[in-house]
């Protein structure tokens, strides 16, 4: 059973960068697409960022691109988010997700584990 532990949100003042990383446990990350996904409250859950089985394709929202750095390191088993420049409105819960890549559809609705989740909030 794979499990997805994030890590690596708190608070931070708006321009601040934070590093969230996202352990794969009882499989190997490889062989799984992978996203970071967001919720605020109030809002519906948002695609941030997802890569592909070797990190060689990459895709961001809009409101994250030139911010945001998705990446992977399938030695570790491990998925990252970089965020730089944050702002206020990148205020929210974090969640980690992936898909087997037998099951992957090209969608962000695709992904069918997740994490418990982190959080990042950012004060102006």
């Known amino acids: 059973q794979v499990r997805l532990v994030e890590s690596g949100g708190g608070s931070v003042q708006t321009g601040g960068s934070l590093r969230l990383s996202c352990f794969c446990f009882g499989g190997t990350i490889s062989r799984y697409y992978m996203g970071w996904f967001r919720q605020a409250p109030g809002k519906e859950r948002e695609a941030v960022a997802t890569?592909?089985?070797?990190?060689?394709?990459?895709s961001y929202a809009d409101s994250v691109k030139g911010r945001f750095t998705i990446s992977r390191d399938n030695t570790q088993n491990t998925l990252f988010l970089q965020m730089n420049s944050l702002k206020p409105e990148d205020t929210a819960m974090y969640y980690c997700?992936?898909?087997?890549?037998?099951?992957?559809?090209?969608?962000?609705?695709?992904?069918?584990?997740w994490g418990q989740g982190t959080q990042v909030s950012v004060s102006s």
């Open positions: 890569i592909s089985l070797t990190g060689g394709t990459t």
């Open positions: 997700a992936a898909v087997y890549s037998g099951a992957w559809r090209g969608l962000a609705t695709s992904f069918n584990i």
